[in-house]
């Protein structure tokens, strides 16, 4: 809860997420919200043609004022494996190392999961 945050008389406003117009769960958002906040390349690639024959993982895509863009691919075997991303925030691609995927995941994946079994 915010306090000092609304003006004198205004109605509070109250912040709804949704996943494929569907109303999400506030906490299991802020986890992703959080999880995407704290991400870090760990290096830029260069040329992008390294890029060329990677698989997609995910894209999350955040709307709100501005649209905001993140898509994540894989390459190489499970020796190997490498990840990319992509992100409307930057013209650069960049690789992440697998545990800061696996922590991106788990909080999607928990989202998501929780949507598809109430369906």
Same mark, same amino acid.
């Given at each position: 809860?915010?306090?000092?945050?609304?003006?004198?008389? %205004?109605?509070?406003?109250?912040?709804?997420?949704?996943?494929?117009?569907?109303?999400?769960?506030?906490?299991?958002?802020?986890?992703?919200?959080g999880?995407?906040?704290?991400?870090?390349?760990?290096?830029?690639?260069?040329?992008?043609?390294?890029?060329?024959?990677?698989?997609?993982?995910?894209?999350?895509k955040?709307?709100?004022?501005?649209?905001?863009?993140?898509? *994540?691919?894989?390459?190489?075997?499970?020796?190997?494996?490498?990840?990319?991303?992509?992100?409307?925030?930057?013209?650069?691609?960049?690789?992440?190392?697998?545990?800061? *995927?696996?922590?991106?995941?788990?909080? *999607?994946? %928990?989202?998501?999961?929780?949507?598809e079994?109430?369906?």
């Amino acid at each position: 809860e915010k306090e000092g945050s609304e003006k004198e008389g %205004e109605p509070e406003v109250e912040t709804v997420w949704t996943y494929n117009k569907t109303k999400a769960e506030n906490s299991k958002v802020n986890s992703v919200l959080g999880s995407v906040s704290n991400l870090s390349c760990d290096e830029y690639v260069y040329p992008d043609s390294v890029l060329n024959g990677s698989e997609q993982v995910f894209t999350l895509k955040l709307t709100g004022v501005k649209e905001h863009t993140l898509s *994540i691919s894989k390459s190489g075997n499970k020796e190997d494996e490498k990840y990319y991303g992509e992100s409307s925030q930057t013209k650069y691609k960049f690789i992440i190392k697998k545990h800061k *995927i696996d922590n991106l995941l788990n909080p *999607i994946k %928990e989202l998501f999961e929780v949507k598809e079994r109430e369906k």
